[in-house]
């Protein structure tokens, strides 16, 4: 078991659901937390929570898409706290859009957040923790990396490739005591689906609609912390859709069965 305190952990996506919960939850262990998001005042908010709890933390705003933005995070996180343990890249937003028509500009500055705004903060770590021969990387992808959902292609894509990118890249760096880690959590009771009806124009109608698959930002963080107290390659918050997740590449024909019952009802309910 790694003991966590003292050990700096820079969280982007902090300001709220999963970033701000393992925000907090990491504090709680002992480490100094670098704040990354776009909102200042929801941030300082974040960190008031985490300084009222004993713990310690800084804010620092920008986007994940910039990559300046994310030298400069890790330039202020190493003059406050020193040498940075691990990273969380958690920032990323979905949509509910059909893939066939979906914009080229819509696809790419999805990808642009949460795939490429991983990389820009992940990769320069990485570089540092091979250097000193420790530290531990994460990516916070989704359980539909392993499934590509009706329209939420763009969405699943962008997971996925977080997810091979783990993959491969933490078998290239272990020999340098440096350990990468994918985060699968379930729908999850955050501001995403709010964010994601917005951009989807109307209410979603294949997730986020219910409660009967969602969990708490608190379940996934703690998952996250565990991770980090004791590394693994994948974070899974549920094992009924790990296994949904591995049969459904084990039988591609039920799954795209399932699908395609899916989308008719989707159909029948919108008059199609």
Not at 143 to 158: E, F, N, W
Not at 199 to 228: H, N, T, W, Y
Request: charged residues 20%.
């Amino acid at each position: 078991m790694i003991e966590l305190k003292a050990k700096p952990i820079i969280i982007t996506g902090a300001s709220s659901g999963i970033g701000k919960a393992s925000a907090v939850a990491c504090a709680r262990r002992g480490m100094p937390v670098v704040l990354f998001a776009r909102s200042q005042d929801k941030l300082e908010a974040v960190k008031g929570q985490i300084e009222r709890d004993g713990g310690s933390a800084i804010v620092v705003v920008g986007a994940v898409e910039d990559v300046d933005a994310n030298l400069e995070l890790i330039a202020k996180a190493e003059e406050a706290f020193g040498d940075v343990y691990a990273v969380l890249a958690n920032a990323g937003y979905g949509a509910e859009v059909e893939c066939a028509s979906m914009s080229i500009e819509d696809i790419r500055a999805m990808f642009e957040v949460n795939f490429y705004g991983s990389l820009n903060l992940i990769q320069p770590m990485v570089a540092k923790f091979r250097e000193r021969g420790s530290g531990h990387a994460l990516m916070v992808s989704s359980v539909l990396s392993k499934i590509g959902l009706p329209y939420y292609g763009a969405y699943c894509a962008s997971k996925a490739a977080q997810d091979h990118f783990c993959r491969g890249m933490r078998h290239e760096v272990a020999k340098d005591g440096v350990f990468v880690s994918s985060v699968h959590p379930v729908g999850t009771k955050t501001e995403f689906f709010n964010e994601a009806a917005k951009r989807s124009g109307g209410q979603l109608e294949f997730a986020g609609s219910g409660d009967r698959f969602m969990q708490s930002p608190e379940k996934v963080a703690s998952a996250i912390v565990k991770c980090l107290r004791k590394p693994k390659g994948e974070v899974w918050t549920s094992v009924g859709a790990r296994f949904a997740m591995g049969a459904s590449v084990m039988m591609p024909g039920m799954t795209d069965f399932a699908l395609r019952r899916m989308v008719g009802k989707r159909a029948m309910g919108s008059g199609q």
